[in-house]
DNA sequence: TATATAGCCGAGCATTCTGGTCGGGTATTG
DNA sequence: CAATACCCGACCAGAATGCTCGGCTATATA
């Protein structure tokens, strides 16, 4: 199993998303300034995000990302899998052919691990972060020192 | 957080221990045959293994490595701590840096997560992994696969 | 129509970790 | 003294991570 910077990076990012998902697409600039991620960083994450369908572009001026369903209906999960591609414990991945064709030892010690990370990580969907008090807070202040966008004069609903 | 073959491996050989404990000092030549585990890397894992007073040594003909507590004493979440150095799903190690001095908006998320992983790994102890049907049943494999050792005739209780 | 925006995409790259080899120790048994 | 088996450090290939850079394409606006 996985879960390294990479994930993180990719739920960070939806998660930015997410809250801001009253103002239209979302360029990557922007997210990367907040979040303080590199932009082809972001970039690379992005293309996979949406070869699983969970965001959708807009090209262009004015252009960003989307989320592709809302936040209720995706879930971290979901996302750690579209940039790792892996999020087992087992090193086989099932085939118990971990040990020299032989199932080891602690083959079965591993998926109940497993088990365990995705129902927990399956159980949390981006819309429970946003109702967070804490993620509240911290997107509070990013807006803030991010020079609260222009674009949108007040955004209802955090204070 | 980070979850490789290094602490499945550590895992391993620590429940290869402790299924043959009755058997004295277990060489590592012997875990490297059962489990297929390259010997140099065994002897890697076990200096951290006993750096973090897990097993104790013998040295000598004869000699090898002992359990240094009992299997009941000993959670799998403390054997991949002394391999692995870091269980810990943040990237900044509770300090809240992780994004440009602030705190990253999924910081909680990742905490939440590092506790979960914890509190299961220590939940189960080696003495519960012995229990367990499908272990035995692959240890006894391979022991028939290995020559069965010559030092102890028959190992009571598996049987 | 020109220009700026911002998504796309691939190559390359430094650094780190993994899993391993090799060679040489040292303690202990017989 | 020889064999066993722990100990220890150096080194190494391969993969992944987290980036950068350069160039492309679609689109909105002036």
Known sequence: MRLTTKGRYAVTAMLDLALHAERGPISLADISKRQDISLSYLEQLFSRLRQSS???????????YRLARSGAEICVAEIIDAVNESVDATSCGGNSDCSGGEQCLTHYLWTDLSRQIHSFLNGITLADLVQRAE???????????GGAEEKVAIIGGLQ
């Open 54 to 64: 969970l965001v959708s572009s807009v090209r262009g001026p004015g252009g960003g």
């Open 135 to 145: 993620v509240q807070e911290v997107a509070r202040r990013q807006d803030i020192r």
